[in-house]
Protein backbone atom coordinates (compact mmCIF):
# COMPACT_ATOMS: atom_id res chain seq x y z
CA UNK A 1 0.00 0.00 0.00
CA UNK A 2 2.70 2.47 0.72
CA UNK A 3 3.91 2.63 -3.06
CA UNK A 4 -0.18 2.54 -3.94
CA UNK A 5 0.08 6.14 -1.67
CA UNK A 6 3.92 7.38 -3.02
CA UNK A 7 1.97 6.67 -6.81
CA UNK A 8 -1.14 8.86 -5.65
CA UNK A 9 0.76 11.80 -4.12
CA UNK A 10 3.26 12.12 -7.50
CA UNK A 11 -0.31 12.17 -9.52
CA UNK A 12 -1.76 14.37 -7.76
CA UNK A 13 1.93 16.68 -7.51
CA UNK A 14 2.27 16.50 -11.38
CA UNK A 15 -1.99 17.59 -11.38
CA UNK A 16 -0.44 20.49 -8.93
CA UNK A 17 2.83 21.46 -10.69
CA UNK A 18 2.55 20.56 -14.28
CA UNK A 19 4.73 20.25 -16.90
CA UNK A 20 7.08 18.78 -14.04
CA UNK A 21 10.40 16.98 -14.66
CA UNK A 22 11.44 14.16 -12.41
CA UNK A 23 14.30 16.35 -10.86
CA UNK A 24 11.69 18.61 -9.52
CA UNK A 25 9.27 16.09 -8.10
CA UNK A 26 12.57 14.46 -6.42
CA UNK A 27 13.55 17.64 -4.61
CA UNK A 28 9.64 17.92 -3.63
CA UNK A 29 9.26 14.57 -2.04
CA UNK A 30 12.82 13.92 -1.34
CA UNK A 31 12.67 10.46 -2.78
CA UNK A 32 15.50 8.39 -4.95
CA UNK A 33 15.12 9.79 -8.78
CA UNK A 34 14.82 6.27 -10.05
CA UNK A 35 11.52 5.25 -7.40
CA UNK A 36 10.24 8.64 -9.19
CA UNK A 37 10.91 8.04 -12.56
CA UNK A 38 9.48 4.58 -12.09
CA UNK A 39 6.65 5.46 -10.48
CA UNK A 40 6.29 7.82 -13.52
CA UNK A 41 6.60 5.53 -16.12
CA UNK A 42 4.11 3.05 -14.33
CA UNK A 43 1.20 5.74 -14.36
CA UNK A 44 2.39 6.76 -18.05
CA UNK A 45 2.03 3.13 -19.13
CA UNK A 46 -1.92 2.74 -17.67
CA UNK A 47 -2.83 5.96 -19.21
CA UNK A 48 -2.54 8.00 -16.12
CA UNK A 49 -0.08 10.70 -17.11
CA UNK A 50 2.23 11.29 -20.31
CA UNK A 51 5.15 13.09 -21.34
CA UNK A 52 4.43 16.86 -22.38
CA UNK A 53 4.43 16.93 -25.89
CA UNK A 54 6.76 20.06 -26.61
CA UNK A 55 9.19 19.02 -23.83
CA UNK A 56 9.14 15.00 -23.30
CA UNK A 57 11.41 15.07 -20.15
CA UNK A 58 8.41 16.93 -18.33
CA UNK A 59 4.84 15.22 -17.31
CA UNK A 60 1.24 16.20 -17.18
CA UNK A 61 -1.70 14.36 -16.56
CA UNK A 62 -2.84 11.75 -18.99
CA UNK A 63 -6.07 11.55 -20.64
CA UNK A 64 -7.33 8.43 -18.43
CA UNK A 65 -7.69 11.37 -15.63
CA UNK A 66 -9.74 13.24 -17.87
CA UNK A 67 -12.01 10.32 -18.42
CA UNK A 68 -12.53 9.26 -15.03
CA UNK A 69 -14.09 13.10 -13.87
CA UNK A 70 -16.64 12.49 -16.54
CA UNK A 71 -18.02 9.39 -15.04
CA UNK A 72 -17.99 11.29 -11.45
CA UNK A 73 -19.75 14.00 -13.24
CA UNK A 74 -23.28 11.80 -13.96
CA UNK A 75 -24.88 12.78 -10.62
CA UNK A 76 -24.02 16.08 -11.03
CA UNK A 77 -26.27 19.14 -10.91
CA UNK A 78 -24.92 20.15 -14.59
CA UNK A 79 -25.43 16.78 -16.29
CA UNK A 80 -28.70 16.41 -14.43
CA UNK A 81 -29.45 19.95 -15.55
CA UNK A 82 -28.27 19.52 -19.41
CA UNK A 83 -29.66 16.25 -19.90
CA UNK A 84 -32.70 17.16 -21.36
CA UNK A 85 -32.26 20.53 -22.74
CA UNK A 86 -29.61 18.30 -25.19
CA UNK A 87 -32.23 15.88 -25.89
CA UNK A 88 -34.63 18.78 -26.87
CA UNK A 89 -31.64 20.27 -29.09
CA UNK A 90 -30.76 16.87 -31.15
CA UNK A 91 -34.21 16.45 -31.60
CA UNK A 92 -34.46 19.86 -33.32
CA UNK A 93 -31.71 19.85 -35.42
CA UNK A 94 -30.95 15.81 -36.07
CA UNK A 95 -27.29 16.57 -35.02
CA UNK A 96 -24.67 14.90 -32.81
CA UNK A 97 -25.18 16.84 -28.96
CA UNK A 98 -22.05 17.36 -26.69
CA UNK A 99 -21.36 18.88 -23.42
CA UNK A 100 -17.76 19.86 -22.29
CA UNK A 101 -16.20 21.37 -19.54
CA UNK A 102 -12.66 22.95 -19.15
CA UNK A 103 -9.98 21.78 -17.21
CA UNK A 104 -8.52 25.28 -16.81
CA UNK A 105 -6.66 26.38 -19.41
CA UNK A 106 -5.79 23.02 -20.59
CA UNK A 107 -8.01 21.38 -23.07
CA UNK A 108 -12.22 21.14 -22.97
CA UNK A 109 -13.21 18.15 -21.68
CA UNK A 110 -16.45 15.49 -23.38
CA UNK A 111 -18.61 14.84 -20.80
CA UNK A 112 -21.98 14.04 -22.30
CA UNK A 113 -23.19 13.28 -25.87
CA UNK A 114 -26.37 12.93 -27.73
CA UNK A 115 -26.14 11.56 -31.00
CA UNK A 116 -28.32 12.08 -33.76
CA UNK A 117 -30.00 9.41 -36.37
CA UNK A 118 -27.99 9.89 -39.41
CA UNK A 119 -25.56 7.23 -40.45
CA UNK A 120 -22.74 9.57 -41.21
CA UNK A 121 -21.99 11.76 -38.13
CA UNK A 122 -19.09 13.09 -35.73
CA UNK A 123 -18.75 11.56 -32.60
CA UNK A 124 -17.19 12.50 -29.33
CA UNK A 125 -16.47 9.82 -26.77
CA UNK A 126 -16.45 10.99 -23.65
CA UNK A 127 -13.40 11.70 -22.13
CA UNK A 128 -12.22 13.49 -25.35
CA UNK A 129 -9.96 16.63 -24.95
CA UNK A 130 -9.71 19.43 -27.54
CA UNK A 131 -7.82 22.72 -27.19
CA UNK A 132 -9.75 25.86 -26.28
CA UNK A 133 -8.43 28.27 -29.13
CA UNK A 134 -9.66 25.45 -31.92
CA UNK A 135 -12.69 24.49 -31.08
CA UNK A 136 -16.39 25.78 -30.86
CA UNK A 137 -16.89 25.11 -27.45
CA UNK A 138 -13.48 26.36 -26.06
CA UNK A 139 -13.89 29.40 -27.68
CA UNK A 140 -17.35 29.91 -26.49
CA UNK A 141 -15.43 29.37 -22.80
CA UNK A 142 -12.68 31.77 -23.75
CA UNK A 143 -14.90 34.83 -25.13
CA UNK A 144 -16.34 34.53 -20.88
CA UNK A 145 -13.37 34.25 -18.74
CA UNK A 146 -11.18 37.05 -17.49
CA UNK A 147 -8.88 38.99 -20.05
CA UNK A 148 -5.71 38.37 -18.48
CA UNK A 149 -6.42 34.09 -18.72
CA UNK A 150 -7.09 34.77 -22.55
CA UNK A 151 -3.56 36.47 -22.47
CA UNK A 152 -2.37 33.61 -20.71
CA UNK A 153 -3.54 31.37 -22.89
CA UNK A 154 -2.11 33.15 -26.24
CA UNK A 155 1.30 33.15 -24.35
CA UNK A 156 1.49 29.93 -24.04
CA UNK A 157 1.12 29.34 -28.21
CA UNK A 158 -1.90 29.00 -30.26
CA UNK A 159 -1.01 26.07 -32.38
CA UNK A 160 -2.76 25.71 -35.38
CA UNK A 161 -4.84 22.41 -36.71
CA UNK A 162 -5.67 23.31 -39.65
CA UNK A 163 -5.28 26.63 -42.04
CA UNK A 164 -8.20 27.53 -40.75
CA UNK A 165 -7.60 27.39 -36.99
CA UNK A 166 -7.27 30.89 -35.12
CA UNK A 167 -3.85 30.32 -34.53
CA UNK A 168 -3.11 34.64 -34.67
CA UNK A 169 -3.78 36.42 -31.57
CA UNK A 170 -5.80 39.07 -32.94
CA UNK A 171 -7.62 37.00 -35.01
CA UNK A 172 -8.78 35.22 -32.42
CA UNK A 173 -9.37 38.20 -29.68
CA UNK A 174 -11.52 39.38 -32.34
CA UNK A 175 -13.58 36.48 -32.82
CA UNK A 176 -14.33 36.11 -28.85
CA UNK A 177 -15.42 39.58 -29.27
CA UNK A 178 -17.92 38.57 -31.98
CA UNK A 179 -18.72 35.93 -29.66
CA UNK A 180 -20.07 38.06 -26.63
CA UNK A 181 -22.02 39.89 -28.86
CA UNK A 182 -24.00 36.89 -30.89
CA UNK A 183 -23.40 34.46 -28.73
CA UNK A 184 -22.24 31.38 -29.80
CA UNK A 185 -18.61 29.98 -31.52
CA UNK A 186 -18.79 28.58 -34.93
CA UNK A 187 -15.86 26.46 -35.77
CA UNK A 188 -15.70 25.18 -39.77
CA UNK A 189 -12.98 22.26 -39.80
CA UNK A 190 -10.34 24.65 -37.73
CA UNK A 191 -9.19 21.62 -35.50
CA UNK A 192 -10.30 18.14 -36.86
CA UNK A 193 -10.97 17.81 -40.61
CA UNK A 194 -14.71 17.62 -42.08
CA UNK A 195 -16.14 18.29 -38.64
CA UNK A 196 -18.16 21.45 -38.13
CA UNK A 197 -20.05 22.82 -34.56
CA UNK A 198 -21.82 25.94 -32.82
CA UNK A 199 -20.87 26.42 -29.41
CA UNK A 200 -22.60 28.48 -26.66
CA UNK A 201 -21.39 28.51 -22.74
CA UNK A 202 -23.42 27.14 -19.60
CA UNK A 203 -22.67 30.30 -17.28
CA UNK A 204 -23.31 30.39 -13.30
CA UNK A 205 -24.51 33.26 -11.44
CA UNK A 206 -21.90 35.79 -11.52
CA UNK A 207 -21.30 35.04 -15.21
CA UNK A 208 -18.32 32.71 -15.53
CA UNK A 209 -18.26 29.95 -17.67
CA UNK A 210 -18.42 26.25 -16.14
CA UNK A 211 -19.20 24.26 -19.60
CA UNK A 212 -20.19 24.63 -23.24
CA UNK A 213 -22.64 23.20 -25.19
CA UNK A 214 -22.67 22.10 -28.83
CA UNK A 215 -24.13 21.06 -32.30
CA UNK A 216 -21.41 19.14 -34.22
CA UNK A 217 -21.75 17.94 -37.33
CA UNK A 218 -19.51 16.90 -40.91
CA UNK A 219 -18.67 19.76 -42.96
CA UNK A 220 -21.12 17.98 -45.80
CA UNK A 221 -24.26 18.99 -43.47
CA UNK A 222 -22.89 22.43 -42.56
CA UNK A 223 -24.64 25.07 -44.25
CA UNK A 224 -23.08 28.84 -43.60
CA UNK A 225 -26.75 30.10 -44.25
CA UNK A 226 -28.42 28.54 -41.47
CA UNK A 227 -25.46 29.07 -39.01
CA UNK A 228 -27.38 32.16 -37.42
CA UNK A 229 -30.58 29.61 -36.86
CA UNK A 230 -28.65 27.06 -34.96
CA UNK A 231 -26.60 29.53 -33.31
CA UNK A 232 -29.85 30.71 -31.68
CA UNK A 233 -30.44 27.18 -30.99
CA UNK A 234 -27.21 26.28 -28.99
CA UNK A 235 -27.02 29.50 -27.40
CA UNK A 236 -31.01 29.21 -26.46
CA UNK A 237 -29.92 25.44 -24.78
CA UNK A 238 -27.23 26.33 -23.48
CA UNK A 239 -29.36 29.51 -21.59
CA UNK A 240 -31.95 26.92 -20.29
CA UNK A 241 -29.13 24.63 -18.99
CA UNK A 242 -28.02 27.90 -16.69
CA UNK A 243 -31.60 29.13 -15.39
CA UNK A 244 -31.64 25.23 -14.57
CA UNK A 245 -29.02 25.18 -12.51
CA UNK A 246 -29.70 28.52 -10.72
CA UNK A 247 -33.03 27.03 -9.70
CA UNK A 248 -31.90 23.81 -8.87
Known sequence: MKSVTRSLRILEAVAQHQPVTVGELTKLFGLPKSTVQRTLVTLAEAGWLRANRRDTTRWEIGARVL???PAALQGSSLFAAAREPMIRLRDAVNETIHLSVPDALQCMVVVDRVDCDHAVRTFHTIGDTSPLHATAVGRAILA???????????????ERFSDTTPADPDELRAELDRIRTEGYAINTNQYRPGVCALGAPVLDESGTPLAAVAISMPDSRYDADRAPEWGRLV?????EITGRLAGA
Open 144 to 158: HLPKQDVEELVAQGL
Open 67 to 69: AVR
Open 235 to 239: AGTAA
